[in-house]
């Protein structure tokens, strides 16, 4: 049985089982909204005939959106459906899906508090749109750097090397998720102090957070940074284009390429304790090294911190009048022109290209210096970078927003 087929008998469990099934009788998008709840189930279960391959089982944060090719189906379920699809391919995987889920598991690191992570909604912010984002910032375009770099006919290829890249990337979640749960308790050292304050500060601004999901909703921008500035150690996680034929992968090798043949690659800087040197991390080790204290957590990008009444205030707020609702040509929109219009203040934007390439020319210039000295000034360079990708998050939130 394909994966498809297997797809579509769980979604019927899902549509005649609680508690998804209450899900699904609530769904009214689209020819939805017009049906009573009895009629949603027999609809749903209708349109499992029109799945077909070249649909997205979820399109993370596009799903639902009419650019994309996702399901017209409740999100709930594509969530579950999505997590089923691609964290199993073998018994291993298999059996690290059913320890996740069972009703004893415990993760193996300390928690702060027992949390309730894969509810459809976490799965969804949390896991499924990250992964999404994580795998298309990898691929690209069939013209971008990756797909030219590693496939020999990108418009045959790039789809089944995007499905392996979705396979080991939610495997490897499942795993991160096994080991350090959702809530993982952070030890009160000095290397952890930051991002203790920093989870504590998110805390009390009312937008609380925990450690995995900080690094979790990190991982697209960290890959993209990989790709930009380090683009032959990001696709040494999958196989060379030499062994890309016009449709698969050469497979009569001594270490066939299968689907565990496809990672995704973060480069990031990692301290021993004295030196710090650019490490090629798969995401498991990439949150094994943070865990371990090895990754600074100015490292790692996140959103700043802002207060609920911070965000009240920056919000735009529409002005009453007395014309009642409107746009452009009714008498309401005299309130517009009552008072002149303050200008907006452009706020300066930073040459990230220019100061990354002054940053490999110090990094470069750094060989010949003492090892005191040259530690001093990779730690400053890291500091820079972590600054850089602070800056370019906030950049894609602010455009993300509009």
């Not at 029109?50 to 649909?55: A, I, L, N, Q, Y």
């Not at 976490?122 to 749109?129: E, G, K, V």
């Amino acid at each position: 049985m394909d994966q498809l087929e297997l797809t579509k008998k769980e979604a019927v469990l899902l549509l005649n089982n609680p508690p998804t099934n209450f899900e699904a009788r609530k769904y009214t998008r689209g020819i939805y909204s017009k049906l009573n709840e009895d009629a949603r189930i027999p609809a749903l279960t209708k349109s499992l005939e029109s799945w077909t391959t070249g649909k997205e089982l979820h399109a993370g944060r596009l799903q639902g959106d009419s650019s994309s090719k996702s399901l017209d189906f409740p999100d709930p379920l594509l969530c579950i459906l999505f997590i089923l699809r691609y964290a199993i391919t073998d018994l291993l995987s298999l059996h690290n899906m059913k320890t996740l889920l069972s009703a004893d598991f415990t993760p193996r690191f300390p928690q702060y508090t027992v949390k309730q992570f894969y509810t459809p909604d976490w799965l969804r912010t949390h896991f499924i749109n990250n992964m999404v984002d994580v795998v298309d910032v990898f691929m690209g375009k069939s013209t971008g750097p990756v797909q030219s770099s590693t496939l020999s006919a990108p418009p045959n290829t790039s789809a089944r090397m995007r499905m392996a890249l979705l396979h080991t990337t939610t495997k490897a979640i499942i795993q991160v998720l096994l080991k350090y749960g959702c809530n993982p308790k952070l030890p009160p050292t000095a290397d952890f102090q930051n991002f203790i304050q920093y989870l504590k500060d998110r805390s009390a601004s009312k937008n609380p957070t925990t450690a995995v999901e900080v690094i979790l909703n990190a991982l697209p921008l960290l890959v993209q940074s990989t790709v930009t500035n380090n683009l032959e150690t990001s696709i040494a996680g999958v196989p060379q284009k030499d062994h890309c034929l016009t449709m698969h992968w050469i497979t009569d090798r001594i270490l066939p390429i299968t689907v565990d043949s496809f990672h995704i690659i973060i480069c990031a800087n990692v301290s021993n304790g004295i030196l710090i040197s650019k490490t090629a991390l798969r995401i498991t080790e990439y949150f094994d090294k943070v865990f371990e204290g090895n990754i600074l957590f100015s490292e790692i990008p996140k959103p700043p911190i802002q207060t609920s009444a911070e965000a009240t205030s920056q919000s735009p707020k529409r002005k009453q009048t007395s014309g009642g609702g409107g746009g452009g040509g009714g008498g309401g929109g005299s309130s517009s022109l009552s008072s002149p219009k303050k200008k907006t203040k452009l706020e300066p934007q930073l040459d990230t290209t220019t100061i990354e390439r002054n940053l490999k020319s110090i990094e470069e210039a750094t060989g010949d210096l003492p090892s005191q000295a040259k530690t001093s000034v990779t730690r400053a360079i890291t500091e820079i970078r972590a600054i850089l990708v602070q800056y370019i998050s906030s950049k894609q939130t602010d455009t993300n927003a509009v």
